[in-house]
């Protein structure tokens, strides 16, 4: 069956770094775009980022842009998430899905988590301030 495993979560003080990863196993990976989604306590899980299927394109949420970065390694069959200058409202559980009906970063961010087919299980990013 499917399966999207996130890891890298933890506790960092703010203005720090970390890098989450998403293992994908049971899916054809590079057929899916792929996209990072958060839900802080109390609130809606919101979309962070997207990249397309081959990995050429990106989508960042506004707040996140220019400090988040998201690749893939379609060999490996994994998506990262490199979080740099870490602030304590990026504190949050952080899931990764995987969307088969586009190739387009743009169109996961838009469509955000509805269109989403897989979801993984998420890791908790605490920035302590």
């Known amino acids: 069956q499917v399966q999207l495993v996130e890891s890298g979560g933890g506790l960092v003080q703010a203005g720090g770094s970390l890098r989450l990863s998403c293992a994908a196993s049971?899916?054809?990976?590079?057929?899916?775009?792929m996209g990072w989604f958060r839900q802080a306590p109390g609130k809606e899980r919101e979309f962070v980022a997207a990249?397309?299927?081959?990995?050429?394109?990106?989508y960042y949420k506004a707040s996140v842009e220019g400090r988040f970065t998201i690749y893939r390694d379609n060999a490996k069959n994994t998506v990262y998430l490199q979080m740099i200058s870490l602030k304590p409202e990026d504190t949050a559980v952080y899931y990764c899905?995987?969307?088969?009906?586009?190739?387009?970063?743009?169109?996961?961010?838009?469509?955000?988590?509805?269109?989403?087919?897989?979801w993984g299980k998420g890791t908790l990013v605490t920035v302590s301030s």
């Open positions: 899905a995987a969307d088969r009906s586009t190739s387009s970063a743009a169109i996961v961010a838009v469509r955000g988590q509805s269109g989403m087919d897989y």
């Open positions: 049971g899916l054809p990976f590079s057929s899916y775009a």
């Open positions: 990249i397309s299927r081959s990995g050429g394109s990106t």
